[in-house]
């Protein structure tokens, strides 16, 4: 960015030795003098109509300037016109590469919000799957302390029964293992 600045104002620094060229050669070519006076006779012209017009007066006879002064100021008006013209362009072209930058800046940011959206959708579908496996062990778990209960009961009955030994009761109780998220 700072080296399109720079460019930018070594543009504009050489653009005044080229409007004084420019005002130098409507003094020595006979073509280019005679478009720098009718360029100066028409904006003279052009000129004194609008003064005319916005304050006022009445439309009188437009005198054209003398060749002298006509050369002047067309060659004034050139290089000047070509002035603004560097200027504009060299404005256009920050405008322009601005608008780049920022459309790329947008479209990154676009991007990485899509990437984001997709890792999360992704981990909200593992973190779904992991609940259901959960849920699923925890339902085993219950599955197999009932089993284990009823297992127990058969043993004290087998047990009483047939070694005539009374029932035992100081089973130790059953460790209950608990998963995070899944209080009884």
Excluded at 13 to 32: D, G, R, Y
Excluded at 65 to 73: M, Y
Aim: proline residues 2%.
């Amino acid at each position: 960015m700072s080296t399109l600045k720079l460019g930018a104002l070594l543009v504009r620094t050489l653009a005044k030795p080229v409007a004084t060229s420019i005002k130098t050669q409507a003094k020595q070519h006979a073509v280019f003098r005679e478009f720098c006076i009718s360029i100066a006779q028409l904006s003279h012209k052009l000129e004194m109509n609008m003064k005319m017009k916005f304050l006022g007066y009445r439309k009188e006879v437009i005198r054209p300037l003398n060749d002298t002064k006509a050369i002047e100021a067309g060659a004034n008006f050139l290089s000047e016109s070509f002035i603004f013209g560097v200027a504009a362009t060299i404005i256009l072209a920050e405008n322009w590469r601005s608008r780049v930058s920022a459309k790329n800046r947008r479209n990154l940011v676009d991007e990485s919000l899509e990437k984001l959206e997709t890792e999360t959708n992704g981990l909200r579908e593992t973190i779904q799957s992991m609940q259901s496996g959960q849920a699923a062990l925890q339902s085993r778990m219950d599955e197999t302390t009932q089993e284990n209960e009823q297992l127990k009961k058969m043993l004290d009955e087998i047990l009483s029964v047939s070694l005539g030994l009374r029932k035992h009761t100081g089973y130790e109780q059953p460790t209950v293992i608990q998963l995070p998220g899944f209080e009884k």
